[in-house]
C-alpha cells in the first residue's frame, strides 16, 4: 500500500520566522512525484511546489522549500518568512506513474500563523 | 484561463435521498479526478478519467456511486442513495496528460455535502 504520513496535525509560527511540516511516504516505485498542497478555509487547493523523485535538487518556490530525501522517503516543506496568508491545511500528496498520476494524500497539518 | 467549476457548492439532503454534483474542468485537460475530503482527513480518489474512459475506480463505491463523463469534458458525480457517512466534500480536478505531465492539478472549490 502507498500511504502519506503527516505526523504533525498542527503547527504554529510566528510572523515572519521559519516553520517546517513534516512528510513521509511508502512506496516501492522509482517514478513518482511528490506535491505540497495549502487548503483554505475557502476549500480549494492551491499548489505549493511540486518534486520530481528523479531530480535530486530541492525544489524552491519563492520563500517555500524542500527537503527531498528519496532514501529516507522524507519530504518536508519549509515557509520562510512565514505570513498571516500562510494559514492553512497543508496537505503533502504522493503521485506515481504507476496510477496515471492519481494523488495520494495525508491527513494534513494545520498551520497558524500568529502575529 | 478559467479554473475548474463544480455545482453546487453546498447541498444538505436526507438519508436514502439522491444527489448529483458537476464538475466543468479546463478547457483541454483531458484528465479528471474525483476526490472524496472527510472532514479532518485528506482527499480520498474516488475515480480517474482520461478523456471519457475511466482509468481507476477501485475505491468508487459501486454500489451507490456511480460518474461519468461525457464527450470527454463535463463530468458528474452521483450518490444514489445516500448514508450519513457520505457527509464529505467532494473535489473535482482536471489536468493535461502525457507520460511525465505531471505538473500538479487545478482543483474547483468542492461541493459541501451533508447527509442528515
Known amino acids: 500500500a502507498q500511504t502519506v504520513t503527516q505526523s504533525q496535525p498542527e503547527m504554529s509560527v510566528q510572523e515572519a520566522e521559519t516553520v517546517t511540516l513534516s512528510c513521509t511516504y511508502d512506496?516501492?516505485?522509482?517514478?513518482?512525484?511528490l506535491f505540497w498542497y495549502k487548503q483554505p478555509p475557502s476549500r480549494q487547493m492551491i499548489l505549493v511546489i511540486r518534486q520530481e523523485a528523479y531530480k535530486q535538487q530541492n525544489a524552491t518556490e519563492n520563500r517555500f522549500s524542500v527537503n527531498f530525501q528519496k532514501a529516507a522517503k522524507s519530504f518536508s516543506l519549509k515557509i520562510s518568512d512565514s505570513q498571516l496568508g500562510d494559514a492553512a491545511m497543508y496537505f503533502c500528496a504522493y503521485s506515481p506513474s504507476n496510477s496515471g498520476y492519481a494523488l495520494n494524500f495525508g491527513k494534513g497539518t494545520s498551520l497558524l500563523v500568529t502575529p | 484561463e478559467a479554473g475548474v467549476a463544480q455545482s453546487p457548492r453546498y447541498k444538505i439532503i436526507e438519508k436514502r435521498q439522491s444527489v448529483a454534483f458537476w464538475c466543468n474542468p479546463i478547457s483541454g485537460h483531458a484528465t479528471l479526478y474525483w476526490y472524496q475530503q472527510i472532514l479532518g482527513q485528506g482527499p480520498k480518489l474516488l475515480i480517474q478519467?482520461?478523456?471519457?474512459?475511466?482509468?481507476?475506480d477501485s475505491q468508487l463505491p459501486k454500489d451507490r456511486f456511480s460518474a461519468e463523463r461525457l464527450k470527454g469534458v463535463d463530468s458528474t458525480l452521483k450518490i444514489q442513495p445516500a448514508k450519513l457517512e457520505d457527509s464529505a466534500v467532494y473535489l473535482c480536478?482536471?489536468?493535461?496528460?502525457?507520460?511525465?505531465?505531471?505538473?500538479?492539478?487545478?482543483f474547483g472549490s468542492g461541493t459541501r455535502l451533508t447527509v442528515v
Open positions: 512506496t516501492s516505485e522509482s517514478d513518482y512525484y
Open positions: 480536478a482536471s489536468s493535461l496528460w502525457s507520460v511525465r505531465a505531471n505538473y500538479g492539478y487545478t
Open positions: 478519467f482520461q478523456n471519457n474512459g475511466v482509468v481507476d
